[in-house]
């Protein structure tokens, strides 16, 4: 069972850590698992219990953050990537205190849809130990999903009313892209995110010149990428285990 921890003072600033599981004596590579929910409070961290569960098992330290949210829990921009990038150096350092325990230079930011938007923005963050990002479903261009009116209108929300060119352009990954290496999960039947915001995404990338793997797994939907008996989620497994 996971053990909690507290990387601030609000109820919402903590992070459940999962140790690895038939650990060996070397130090275990880090996975930080950043949920969805659309920056909404009535979702939390429990999303990513069962990835969290499956990377345990495969010998992984985890780290599921928790982070401020929209409603009644104080989130919005940019309060909710404050405290991610506040959760991921606070947990670097408490790493950083136990030598040989953990390999942050073996660090994956794990975030699916919302959660995907926030690690692709703390990736760019070098005070945090990231050294490569999973995005599952991610969100990855709010202006677009205002005007598609995608989320229930869970943009405006996270962002406030009528947000500034500047606004948009600041909470965009597809604008600013992090360098690290990315693998982008996108199923092509996402009935909440369409996959072709990802592959608009991964062309932006690559563009910039990050080295972006992309996988569009057939008929998986939204919440496929987080199940881990899912092929979707099996072949992140695979990635993850050839490189890390």
Not at 37 to 54: E, I, K, N, Q, T
Not at 198 to 224: I, L, N, Q, W
Request: aromatic content about 6%.
């Amino acid at each position: 069972m996971p053990t909690t921890v507290a990387y601030g003072d609000h109820p919402s600033q903590i992070a459940h850590l999962w140790e690895p599981e038939g650990a060996t004596g070397g130090a275990a590579p880090v996975a930080a698992l950043l949920h969805g929910g659309w920056w909404r409070d009535r979702f939390d961290a429990g999303l990513m219990d069962p990835l969290a569960r499956d990377l345990a098992a495969a010998g992984w330290a985890v780290w599921n953050v928790e982070y401020r949210r929209t409603g009644g829990d104080g989130g919005g921009w940019p309060q909710t990537l404050d405290d991610v990038d506040r959760a991921l150096r606070f947990l670097a350092g408490a790493a950083a205190r136990e030598p040989g325990r953990y390999d942050l230079s073996r660090t994956v930011s794990v975030g699916h849809s919302a959660g995907g938007h926030l690690a692709l923005l703390n990736a760019l963050d070098p005070r945090t130990p990231v050294s490569a990002v999973v995005a599952l479903a991610p969100i990855t261009d709010p202006e677009r999903c205002a005007r598609e009116g995608l989320g229930e209108g869970a943009v405006g929300p996270f962002l406030g009313p009528d947000p500034s060119a500047r606004v948009y352009a600041a909470c965009s990954p597809r604008l600013r892209v992090p360098a690290v290496p990315q693998l982008v999960v996108h199923g092509d039947a996402d009935q909440r995110v369409p996959a072709s915001h990802s592959r608009d995404y991964v062309a932006a990338a690559r563009a910039a010149g990050a080295v972006v793997d992309h996988h569009e797994p057939a008929g998986a939907d939204h919440f496929a990428v987080i199940d881990p008996a899912h092929p979707a989620w099996r072949g992140v497994r695979a990635h993850l285990a050839e490189r890390y």
